[in-house]
């Protein structure tokens, strides 16, 4: 994480709530997010690193540190999430954690996550985001491509493949998908910061990554009408309306296109 104070304490007190541990890797946060997560250690918070920062979003460097404090771990399981994620079981009244174990009762190594995310309306600041903001879209570019809880011993990696997708020769993906509830940005203001000007490394881009969030400005940023989105009957609801997927997120609904076959070239781009 970098710069994710906002979301903090809700993230880990998911987590702690599950008795689920935490591990977390700072990319050289500058906004209070250091001092916060030193007050969390002793916690379910049992281990904290840092990378540097070097004006630029890396991604493989990112998931090498990931991939390497992964071969540090004991645990059973390894669950990926970034800050700004809500990580669930599909099954009401069952807990991630309880939903995992049951994954594993019955033979799988690998739980793949559903998409799901909330946007605030143009005129909204999201205080608490779970429940305020109830309005979203399913994000889904392409079937089973978040791949983001696995059994550890199974030896797997997406280190590859963005962070996403899983590899490895004895990977067992359940077939029921979890949820992933992603609060992409918490308002009009904070989707302008987040995204305008952000450098990403050159390695990623000759990866092909990043190209849906390269190149954005404040007026393509725009945020949706509710009208274009599903609501959730209330904030605990896991009922999410998968028809009218999308594969593109919402700054390229109203995007110009010269032609089809430019919009179909950017959709086939990895998500990254």
């Not at 609060?183 to 987040?194: G, W």
């Amino acid at each position: 994480m970098r710069n994710e104070l906002a979301h903090l304490p809700r993230v880990l007190g998911d987590f702690y709530s599950q008795g689920i541990d935490v591990a977390i890797i700072d990319h050289e946060s500058d906004d209070g997010t250091q001092e916060y997560l030193r007050s969390q250690l002793g916690t379910q918070l049992f281990h904290l690193e840092s990378l540097a920062w070097r004006g630029e979003f890396d991604l493989t460097a990112q998931l090498h540190a990931k991939h390497a404090l992964i071969q540090k771990l004991q645990h059973d399981w390894v669950i990926h999430s970034d800050a700004d994620e809500w990580m669930q079981s599909p099954r009401p009244n069952e807990s991630l954690k309880e939903g995992l174990a049951r994954l594993d009762k019955e033979g799988f190594n690998v739980a793949n996550f559903n998409e799901f995310v909330f946007v605030p309306s143009p005129k909204q600041h999201a205080k608490d985001c779970r429940r305020e903001l109830l309005h979203y879209y399913f994000f889904e570019p392409k079937p089973m491509r978040l791949m983001r809880a696995w059994k550890r011993e199974a030896n797997l990696s997406s280190v590859e493949h963005g962070g996403h997708i899983l590899k490895g020769p004895h990977m067992k993906v359940a077939h029921e998908d979890f949820i992933l509830r992603h609060y992409i940005v918490l308002s009009q203001a904070h989707a302008i910061s987040k995204y305008t000007g952000r450098v990403f490394s050159n390695r990623d881009i000759k990866r092909g990554w990043h190209g849906n969030r390269m190149g954005l400005n404040p007026e393509s940023l725009r945020l949706p009408d509710n009208s274009l989105l599903k609501v959730l009957p209330n904030w605990s609801s896991v009922e999410f309306d998968k028809t009218s997927r999308r594969d593109l997120h919402f700054w390229h609904w109203i995007a110009d296109w010269p032609d089809r076959a430019t919009e179909d070239a950017y959709v086939n781009q990895e998500d990254y």
